[in-house]
C-alpha cells in the first residue's frame, strides 16, 4: 500500500513540475509578445528587443547600429513600452553610412546591410578630390532636415569634383554649391544651404520646374527653369 501511495505521490509531483514549466514557457511567450514599441520608423521590432535583451548576435545585424537612446516604461507585470531615438542615415560613401548622430558606421562589415538600402534610400557622396568634407555633408543634410526641406526626399548625389566644385543631384534639379572647395572655406558649405532653404521658401517657382539652382554667389541665387 504504502509502495502505490509512494508512486502516486511522485506522478502528482511530475504533473505539479509539468504544469510550472508549461506556465513558465507561456510566460516567456507572452512577454515577447507584448512589448510595444515606438520611435522605430527602420529598426525592426525584434532587433529593438534584442538590443534591449543586449543579445551579442545583434551586432551583426546593421539596423542595430541605428539604435540610439531608449526608453522603458514597465506598464504591467507582463507588458513593457520601449521607445527607442533611431540615428537617420543621412548619405553614404565608399566605406560608411553617416548617420544624423556624428556616428559613421562602416556598413560592408554587416552582411544584411543591403537589406538597409532597399528599405531607406540614401543620398550617395562621391568625392575624386582630397579635401574631406564629410562632417561638411553631414551638417548640410541636417540643415535640410530640420527645416524640412522639400528637396531632401529627392536627393540621390552629392558630388566633389577634382577641381573643388561643390554640387547636389536632385531627381530633377542640379544645385550648385560652390567653387574651388577647401579646408579654409568648407565650413561655408552650411551658409549656403541656407541661402537654398531661405530661397526654396520664398520662390514662387514650382520645385518640379526649377532645373538648376547657383549658390555661387554671395549677394544673389541664379535658376534656371525647364
Known amino acids: 500500500m504504502n509502495y502505490k501511495s509512494n508512486i502516486f505521490a511522485k506522478l502528482i509531483i511530475i504533473c505539479f513540475i509539468c504544469i510550472i514549466a508549461i506556465d513558465y514557457l507561456n510566460f ?12 522605430n520608423s527602420l ?19 546593421i539596423f542595430s547600429s541605428l539604435i540610439g537612446d531608449y526608453k522603458i516604461l514597465q506598464l504591467s507585470d507582463d507588458q513593457r513600452l520601449i521607445m527607442i531615438n533611431e540615428n537617420k542615415p543621412q548619405f553614404f560613401d565608399e566605406t560608411n553610412i553617416y548617420l544624423s548622430s556624428g556616428v559613421k558606421v562602416q556598413y560592408k562589415d554587416y552582411l544584411n546591410f543591403k537589406s538597409l538600402f532597399d528599405k ?7 568625392s575624386r578630390s582630397n579635401v574631406d568634407i564629410s ?3 553631414l551638417e548640410m543634410i541636417n540643415i535640410l532636415d530640420d527645416n524640412k526641406n522639400p528637396l ?17 543631384r536632385f531627381e ?5 554649391v560652390m567653387d574651388n572647395v577647401n579646408t579654409q572655406n568648407k565650413k561655408q558649405i552650411s551658409n549656403k544651404i541656407k541661402v537654398l532653404n531661405q ?15 547657383d549658390l555661387r554667389w554671395d549677394d544673389r541665387v541664379f535658376i534656371k527653369t525647364i
Open 120 to 126: 531607406n534610400p540614401i543620398p550617395q557622396y562621391e
Open 152 to 168: 531632401l526626399d529627392k536627393l540621390r548625389l552629392i558630388e566633389l569634383s577634382e577641381e573643388n566644385k561643390l554640387s547636389i
Open 135 to 137: 562632417e561638411n555633408i
Open 172 to 176: 530633377s534639379c542640379v544645385v550648385v
Open 28 to 39: 516567456d511567450i507572452n512577454v515577447s509578445n507584448t512589448n510595444l514599441i515606438l520611435g
Open 43 to 61: 529598426v525592426p521590432e525584434n532587433v529593438v528587443i534584442n538590443h534591449i535583451e543586449n543579445n551579442t548576435n545583434n551586432n551583426e545585424d
Open 199 to 213: 530661397f526654396i521658401y520664398q520662390s514662387t517657382d514650382s520645385l518640379d520646374k526649377i532645373e538648376n539652382i
